[in-house]
């Protein structure tokens, strides 16, 4: 399994204050101006995995989205884009590509390139 990730500006190898920023900058919708979303950051073997607690509405009849699960890579900083899996088994996922030399960090953000 190849993993996709994209670059960032970590201070490697990557530590939990360190994934707690990169989580901040990176995986952060600039659009949102009430800072309610938490990133709430947990340590594995290989990586962080961060997934984006986002505050309830006041119509609880809406159920909560689903929310992706990213991964900062130890190693280099690099994140990734999982399904709304366990993190667990997104970790170990995430292991078993790195394992088969699947990780490819690409050369910038989608998006980015563009204007």
Same mark, same amino acid.
């Given at each position: 399994?190849?993993?996709?990730?994209?670059?960032? %500006?970590?201070?490697?190898?990557?530590?939990?204050?360190?994934?707690?920023?990169?989580?901040?900058?990176?995986?952060?919708?600039?659009? =949102?101006?009430?800072?309610?979303?938490?990133?709430?950051?947990?340590?594995?073997?290989?990586?962080?995995?961060?997934?984006?607690?986002?505050?309830?509405?006041?119509?609880?009849?809406?159920?909560?989205?689903?929310?992706?699960?990213?991964?900062? =890579?130890?190693?280099?900083?690099?994140?990734?884009?999982?399904?709304?899996?366990?993190?667990?088994?997104?970790?170990?996922?995430?292991?078993?590509?790195?394992? %088969?030399?699947?990780?490819?960090?690409? %050369? =910038?953000?989608?998006?980015?390139?563009?204007?």
């Amino acid at each position: 399994m190849q993993v996709h990730a994209y670059p960032t %500006d970590a201070t490697v190898p990557v530590q939990l204050p360190e994934a707690e920023r990169i989580a901040a900058t990176h995986l952060s919708d600039p659009g =949102d101006t009430t800072g309610g979303v938490e990133h709430v950051v947990t340590e594995f073997e290989s990586c962080f995995t961060v997934v984006a607690i986002v505050p309830s509405t006041a119509d609880q009849t809406i159920a909560p989205p689903l929310t992706p699960v990213s991964v900062i =890579d130890k190693a280099t900083g690099a994140v990734s884009y999982w399904p709304s899996y366990p993190v667990a088994v997104v970790a170990e996922r995430y292991g078993a590509a790195l394992a %088969d030399a699947g990780l490819i960090i690409e %050369d =910038d953000w989608p998006g980015a390139a563009e204007g």
